[in-house]
């Protein structure tokens, strides 16, 4: 037997209504070193392992009152039992009653009448065993803990960066992401409108082939109908008007990244904001359509006033108008996927005479200052969460659904960058609106801070 095992003295635990194997078993297991509890029955075993758990059980099968698979049974059932080997000893050598034997949970059968040498082989083995498992048990505890307590310095050094550096690290990163994304998007905006020109020589050159071909043969007329020309020519061109509109719009993100890092400064111009909110929509256009049948379109309601141009970065303004609508539009999406999930149950909470909705307003608020209204009638935002809302890496969505940046950039675009403001007004079922404050000319411009109620 192993030294190691020797040294703790394990305990044996033998039940058996039988005294003379109780005689044996004892002689053998105290010549060996083990210490050895006795116990002549089912009951008398359970109630003394409520009080000293040995190391492992050697359990007859056939008792009176609670026979040895009840007891095994119940020794399984506890927390704090279930890990002790048990062997059962039996004279019964039929295969269905080993089996039953092993699925309650025994690790080992020895036949009566017992054989000295096989039951300290058996017994050495599933005591190692045992040993073994509760050391690498030990080991991958305190592994765990080790991770664990890393994950949280880690977590924390993440943290203390974040705030330590603040926006510099992220500038750095948004940076180099801008990056790697411009050229490939430069290359493909730059072959959209060769491949726009090539399109409509092709066009003409069917429209030219039309004209002095009256009647075509059949097999071309065949391929016509077969690709459905008519269609093709109408849609192939609003093909690429869209790729186009991806493409910019994606140049336009990678510009507002780099000016968001610092490392692109252009200088202020004044635009048309309205345009930069059209603009916007267009992009988002297919958002806002019907998913399906039983789902409604979202409804914006463009409210917008006399406004002179506004001294800005346009690509940043444009990058805040996106993370605003395309918020709403996730807040909307939301609503009406819970409404499809109750609609049976309740009263949904959009109907064809109140749409999801996203209003547009735009003021001047004064000679040197307006304001845009961006509101939605979705499930709101809890106040709990509305302090938050503006900082970095903060997002009520699933993971994966969000990064937690894109009200942050918009507060810092806003505020540090255009002196404006950025507020958030919210009520749990009652929709949300932020509220965007610019001034006319950056050299009047003041310095408020944001607001959140």
Do not use: W
């Amino acid at each position: 037997m192993d030294t190691q095992l020797q040294e703790q003295q394990q305990t044996i635990l033998v039940v058996d209504d039988n005294p003379t194997n109780i005689e044996v078993l004892f002689d053998v297991l105290d010549a060996c070193g083990y210490r050895v509890a006795i116990a002549k029955s089912g009951e008398v075993a359970l109630k003394r392992l409520q009080s000293s758990v040995p190391d492992l059980i050697l359990l007859d099968v056939m008792m009176p009152g609670i026979d040895g698979f009840e007891t095994c049974r119940q020794i399984k059932a506890s927390e704090d039992l279930r890990d002790i080997p048990v062997i059962f000893m039996t004279a019964l050598s039929d295969t269905v009653d080993k089996v039953k034997g092993l699925k309650l949970g025994a690790v080992d059968y020895i036949t009566k009448p017992i054989q000295h040498e096989e039951v300290l082989a058996r017994i050495n083995v599933h005591l190692q065993l045992r040993h073994l498992n509760q050391t690498l048990e030990t080991q991958v505890a305190q592994r765990t803990a080790e991770l664990t307590a890393s994950v949280t310095q880690l977590k924390e050094a993440q943290i203390q960066l974040v705030q330590g550096e603040k926006m510099a690290s992220l500038g750095q990163l948004v940076a180099g992401i801008a990056h790697e994304i411009n050229n490939p998007i430069n290359f493909i905006y730059g072959n959209l409108r060769p491949a726009e020109e090539y399109i409509e020589d092709l066009l003409g050159f069917v429209d030219c082939y039309q004209t002095h071909i009256l009647e075509a043969p059949a097999p071309i007329q065949a391929r016509m109908e077969e690709i459905d020309l008519p269609f093709l020519r109408k849609d192939l061109p609003q093909l690429i008007r869209s790729m186009k509109l991806g493409a910019d719009r994606i140049r336009q993100i990678v510009l507002s990244l780099r000016n968001f890092s610092r490392l692109d400064e252009k200088e202020f111009k004044p635009v048309d904001i309205h345009e930069g909110l059209d603009s916007t929509l267009l992009i988002l256009q297919y958002r806002l359509k019907r998913r399906d049948s039983g789902s409604l379109p979202i409804t914006v309601i463009k409210d917008y006033g006399v406004l002179p141009p506004i001294e800005c970065y346009p690509s940043q303004i444009n990058q805040v108008f996106m993370n605003i609508l395309a918020n709403a539009i996730d807040a909307l999406e939301e609503q009406l996927q819970l409404d499809q999930q109750t609609k049976q149950s309740q009263s949904p909470h959009y109907s064809a005479e109140h749409p999801p909705t996203i209003h547009i307003q735009t003021l001047q608020q004064a000679a040197d200052r307006i304001t845009i209204h961006i509101s939605d009638n979705g499930p709101g935002i809890p106040e709990a969460l509305q302090a938050k809302l503006f900082d970095a890496f903060f997002t009520t969505k699933p993971p994966g659904k969000g990064t937690g940046l894109g009200l942050s950039i918009s507060y810092q675009l806003l505020v540090e960058k255009h002196h404006g403001m950025l507020s958030c007004h919210s009520k749990p079922g009652q929709g949300t609106q932020f509220v965007i404050e610019l001034p006319v000319h950056q050299s009047v411009a003041s310095h408020p801070l944001a607001a959140i109620s």
